[in-house]
C-alpha cells in the first residue's frame, strides 16, 4: 500500500507519472523510474556503509535487509518481467540483474518515491559484454573504472543501466528490471542504506 501521509502529495504525483509510463510502455506492472522535478541525486561510494548489507532473492520475491549479520527486516518486491528468462544481458530486455553490486547514487526526487541506484553493469557484466561484442572496449574500460572506484557505472551503453531499489510496487507487479518495494518499506531501506551498501541479487 502506497504511503500517502506525510509526503502523499508526493506520491500523488508519483502514481500518476507512474500510470501513465506504464500505459505508454504497454507493461503489467510498474515502468522504470526517472528522477522529478529538482532532483537531489547523490553519487559515488560514501565509504562508511554502517556494516549494512541487502539481498534479493529472486525465487522468493523477497529483499533482506541486515546490519552486523543481524536481519533487520524481509520485505516483498516486484522484479524484472522477464527475469525468470535468465540474468539481464543487454538495454530493454526486462531482466532484474543477478551479481553483487553497491549503492551508487540516492535519488530523494525519483517519481517512484525514492530510489537506491545499483551498480549495474558491474565488472563481470562489462567483460562478458565485450566478449560477446555488445560494447566497445573503450566501454569496457570505463565501466571497469567505475566499479574499481566505487561510482556510478556508465547506464547508457547496450547492457543498460539505472538499475534501482525504488518504492511505488505494484503488488504483483513487473518492472523493467529493478526492485520495486513499497513506500513504507522504501523509507526504512532509505534510512539505513548509505552509497556503497553492498547488494547481492540471487536465487
Not at 549494512?52 to 529483499?63: A, C, D, E, G, M
Not at 552486523?68 to 530486455?93: R, T
Not at 530510489?115 to 574500460?141: C, F
Not at 513487473?174 to 534510512?191: P, Q
Request: glycine share 12%; proline share 5%; net charge neutral.
Amino acid at each position: 500500500m502506497m504511503k500517502w501521509a506525510g509526503k502523499g502529495y508526493k506520491c500523488l504525483i508519483s502514481a500518476i507519472l507512474v500510470i501513465a509510463l506504464a500505459a505508454s510502455s504497454l507493461v503489467t506492472g510498474y515502468a522504470e523510474p526517472v528522477s522529478g522535478p529538482g532532483a537531489n541525486i547523490t553519487s559515488g561510494n560514501s565509504g562508511s556503509t554502517n556494516n549494512v548489507t541487502i539481498y534479493v532473492s529472486k525465487r522468493t520475491k523477497t529483499l533482506s535487509l541486515k546490519q552486523n549479520g543481524v536481519l533487520i527486516a524481509e520485505y516483498p518486491v516486484s522484479l524484472g518481467a522477464a527475469s525468470a528468462e535468465g540474468n539481464k544481458k543487454v538495454e530493454g530486455d526486462m531482466r532484474t540483474p543477478s551479481g553483487e553490486f553497491y549503492v551508487c547514487t540516492r535519488n530523494d526526487k525519483s517519481v517512484a518515491y525514492l530510489a537506491l541506484g545499483l551498480s549495474y553493469p558491474a565488472i563481470k557484466d562489462a567483460e562478458r559484454g565485450y566478449a560477446d561484442g555488445i560494447i566497445t572496449e573503450a566501454q569496457r574500460d570505463e565501466i571497469i573504472k567505475a566499479n574499481k572506484e566505487g561510482k556510478q557505472p556508465p547506464w547508457d551503453t547496450p547492457l543498460g543501466g539505472a538499475i534501482e531499489i525504488h518504492g511505488c510496487r505494484v503488488p504483483d507487479g513487473t518492472t523493467h528490471g529493478c526492485v520495486a518495494v513499497d513506500n513504507n518499506d522504501m523509507d526504512v531501506l532509505w534510512s539505513y542504506c548509505n552509497l556503497g551498501v553492498p547488494v547481492t541479487i540471487g536465487p
